[in-house]
């Protein structure tokens, strides 16, 4: 089964305008932790922000804030104000424990085009 | 001062060869991990160490052998390569297992 779950594969977004990058997760552990990654076309990872499962308020860093929603089981990044270098693969993953050890499972990835 | 390293950053090899990828990390942290990006961009979780202990092995071909000789190198050792091999293997680095990742720019793998 899918444990990570990203709908869209591509969007596309008006310069200055904010836009949700959907994500949905699956897991039966109290104690999780859910990230965002951003991919541009130059291929590095690059860490964005970080949502713990017991964490009350939603995550926030700059531009990005992670609209977490556990009941429904949605970490859903917002990216504000977008930026042409917002142009990216973006990647929802999830911390999961298995065994005592952690393991981090990847979405499928969302391809954002920002449109001058 | 790059914090997670890897070499090569492009590697293009015929089938049936030996490679292999380095990864090095001055962050100071304790785990370090492979991961494998393959055409349609999906991540998948290879190995991970933690200070030189192998603590993940996912369901990877046995021709692929990680070595940790120290915490802060993780090595990738491929052996018979085939055309399924070509992927980009990217390395990271966690300061605990339970933290983010930072991961290196990545090797683009091409087995020709």
């Known amino acids: 089964a899918q444990k990570i779950t990203q709908t869209q594969p591509g969007m596309f977004v008006q310069e200055k305008e904010a836009v949700t990058l959907d994500c949905t997760y699956d897991?039966?552990?109290?104690?999780?932790?859910l990230f965002w990654y951003k991919q541009p076309s130059s291929g590095e990872m690059i860490f964005l922000i970080y949502?713990?499962?017991?964490?009350?308020q939603n995550a926030t860093e700059g531009r990005y804030s992670l609209n977490f929603q556990k009941a429904r089981k949605s970490a859903n990044l917002v990216i504000s104000a977008s930026q042409l270098g917002d142009s990216a693969m973006y990647f929802c993953a999830m911390r999961e424990a298995r065994s005592g050890t952690y393991k981090y499972i990847f979405g499928t990835g969302t391809r954002l085009k920002v449109l001058a | 001062d790059t914090a997670v390293s890897q070499t090569p950053k492009y590697l293009v090899t015929q089938m049936g060869n030996d490679k292999s990828i380095k990864c090095e990390q001055n962050l100071g942290h304790d785990t370090m991990y492979w991961y494998k990006q393959d055409s349609k961009k999906f991540l998948k979780i290879m190995f991970s160490y933690n200070n030189k202990e192998l603590i993940i092995n996912e369901t990877v071909p046995n021709r692929f052998s990680p070595k940790s000789p120290d915490k802060a190198h993780l090595n990738l050792h491929i052996n018979s390569l085939e055309l399924g091999d070509s992927a980009v293997y990217f390395c990271?680095?966690?300061?605990?297992?339970?933290?983010?990742?930072?991961f290196g720019s990545g090797t683009r793998l091409t087995v020709v």
């Open positions: 990271a680095s966690s300061l605990y297992q339970n933290y983010g990742y930072t």
């Open positions: 949502q713990g499962s017991y964490d009350e």
């Open positions: 897991t039966s552990d109290q104690s999780y932790g």
